[in-house]
């Protein structure tokens, strides 16, 4: 799939979903931000001291991440994102912020900032759409000032799965992203583009498979027993690695931070 259809498929997912988008994540993580505390209490940790500074976040969604930060940090923030439908569900949620926040329709492919125009740049749960990680990664960082900080969360592959199990369950799953990463692979690919690590955090929690179909699936016309499949062909070990039962397994979201270098 080229990268414009590509695109237009992303765009017609988050359209179809910005209505249910912040019950479908509240309901995973338990919480009304969408988020476990753990990977927000990660973000504000890295963007502490960040009040009345410029910082992107690329993938703004719904403002699942933006709205505590602005409650929390009150940063200038810039929010992009390719759906008008899950900007307008940003827009509403903080209205409060108008001063603080600026949203903006556009494509992070071509992302229309100065070079050195950010104080930070989040990414989070947005990194697997791009066709190249390490290109998308070099250009936050020509737009990144000098030791400027950047936030990655994402879904992320467990160490030992050798077989392949996550990959081919999101790609029975979804037919938007192009690929998920190891959190070692991630670490490494950010290191080779213009960051040094600061801090790498993982953490687990518990999804139902109902609820991978309604918050995917669904959405690409995937039947229960096309997932159901996949999930009994999986061997002990992978088993183990997710924590496959008949109806629930557990994920891994990674959350890195790191700071531009020279």
Known sequence: MVSLSRKKLIQRYYSARAKDYDRQKSRTWKTSRGFGNEVTDEL????????????????VGSGRNALPLLEKIRPQLVGLDLSKEMLQAAKTKMTPFKQNSNLIL??????????RAFEAIICMSTMHYFESQARMLQKFSKILKEKGVFVYGDLTIHEMDSHGF???????????????????EMKRLIETNGFRIVKTKTIAYRKSHQALMED????????????????????????EQYGLTATELTLYYTVIVAVRED
Not at 106 to 115: C, E, K, Q, R, S
Not at 166 to 181: G, I, P
Not at 221 to 239: F, S
């Open 106 to 115: 556009g494509d992070a492919d071509h992302l229309p900032f100065t070079n």
């Open 216 to 239: 995917k699936g669904e959405y690409f016309d995937v039947k229960p027993e096309q997932l159901n499949e996949h999930v009994h062909a999986a061997t002990p070990d992978v088993r």
């Open 44 to 59: 504000h940790s890295a963007l502490k001291g960040f009040g009345g500074r410029l910082v992107l976040e690329v993938g």
């Open 166 to 184: 996550f990959e081919a369950l999101e790609r029975t799953l979804s037919k938007a992203h192009t690929k998920y990463f190891k959190p070692s």
